[in-house]
């Protein structure tokens, strides 16, 4: 088994809706099983700046399955949540991000692992730090804490709103 961290999002609709079925779809395989989960935050959108907050957490996946494949189960999780890809950072229902797959480093035509920008981004950085603040983030030369104390720590941007939810797995 592999540890996966995944960065969860969303910021359309019933976003504790969206996140908490996409937690529980992806723990209908048998491949995936949930390790750990940080609190919900609030967050500041990225990139497209015109658009509704995002609610984030980050969860450790314990996975019987390739860095590709489990991709595809994020992918899949998030089309059966309806999003629709309109446009690079725009609003989302659901947002599954690899963000690391234990200690690999690679480039495919499929995934980058770990995710491109893990470094800079306080919204996947402060959850992160709360549930793995030693785990070093392959390629970085740092740790997550120490990752997120060069970006300043988040406080402003990043907001704890709430406990870590329970899956859906009424699906």
Known sequence: MTRAWVGVG??????????KRGLGLLLAD??????????LYDAEPFG???QPRF???????DVDLGPEEFA???????DRCGRIRRERWGPRTLDLDLLAFGDLLMTSDVLTVPHPGIAERAFVLVPFAEVAPDFRVPGTGGTVSELLARVGGGSDL???IGDPPTPDTDL
Do not use: Q
Request: hydrophobic fraction near 50%; avoid cysteine.
């Open 48 to 50: 497209v700046e015109d």
């Open 10 to 19: 969303s910021n359309e609709g019933d976003r504790l809706g969206y996140v």
């Open 30 to 39: 048998p491949g995936i099983e949930l390790a750990v989960l940080s609190s």
């Open 55 to 61: 609610l984030n957490l980050v969860a450790g996946f």
């Open 158 to 160: 990043v907001k704890r």
């Open 72 to 78: 595809g189960a994020l992918f899949a999780a998030e």
